[in-house]
């Protein structure tokens, strides 16, 4: 079963708006990390935060952990024509790279951003 | 430096074979995992791999495996082909120290006939 489940599903905005993704998982956390994917490609790692932090910024990206609500919220400010692509949210449960390292990822949000 | 690269790109086979997809990490990366991506199932961890021995395995039937040389390359086969494991698959480098991110190739997409 999955351990992330990003919500919205899918979500559609205007260029400049801003856009919010939220993930929730079920299990203790070591960190939490989300990803973008476009169409038919590999995924490109934005931020990783630890269970210990609660909030994080990189750009125009910032993301929040709340280990008590086990959530996870991706925000992308001023949202540009190129952000459309869909977003991974995905949990380290693990021991810390032991046998069990491994990221179990969500079914993503799939963000359109029309110019 | 170099990212992670995946061979072929594309891929059609008929049930019942098998076939062989190829991975090279980032330069220095001893941690390399695999994933099947279905829009149905989303992304499914089937194994990872370090320095050559794989510590770590997903849900998947037998006829999935893999392997790492002593170069950190892998490659992941799949015998007996099915319809269903048509997918793209994702190979994923890391240094492999904790709280570490992962690095993905652009993937193979596999289908089935």
């Known amino acids: 079963s999955q351990q992330g489940e990003e919500d919205p599903q899918a979500l559609s905005i205007q260029e400049g708006e801003n856009a919010t993704m939220n993930c929730s998982y079920k299990t203790s956390i070591n960190n939490l990390q989300w990803y973008r994917q476009n169409s038919g490609r590999g995924l490109v790692h934005l931020i990783l935060i630890r269970s210990n932090e609660r909030e994080k910024h990189s750009g125009r990206l910032r993301v929040t952990l709340d280990t008590s609500k086990k959530s996870s919220s991706l925000l992308i400010t001023a949202s540009r024509a190129a952000d459309t692509a869909s977003y991974f949210c995905a949990t380290d449960a693990s021991g810390g790279g032991g046998s069990n390292y491994k990221l179990t990822f969500g079914k993503g949000t799939l963000l359109t951003v029309n110019p | 430096k170099a990212g992670v690269t995946q061979t072929p790109r594309y891929l059609i086979k008929t049930r019942g074979q098998q076939v062989t997809l190829s991975c090279s990490p980032i330069?220095?990366?001893?941690?390399v995992s695999w994933y099947q991506q279905t829009p149905g199932q989303g992304l499914q961890f089937l194994f990872e791999y370090f320095s050559e021995t794989q510590r770590n395995k997903g849900n998947f039937p037998g006829r999935f495996s893999g392997r790492q040389f002593s170069n950190s390359r892998s490659e992941m086969n799949v015998s007996t082909l099915e319809l269903g494991d048509s997918a793209l698959y994702l190979c994923a480098s890391s240094w492999d120290s904790y709280n570490s991110p992962l690095h993905f190739g652009n993937g193979t997409r596999l289908t089935v006939t």
């Open positions: 330069s220095g990366h001893r941690s």
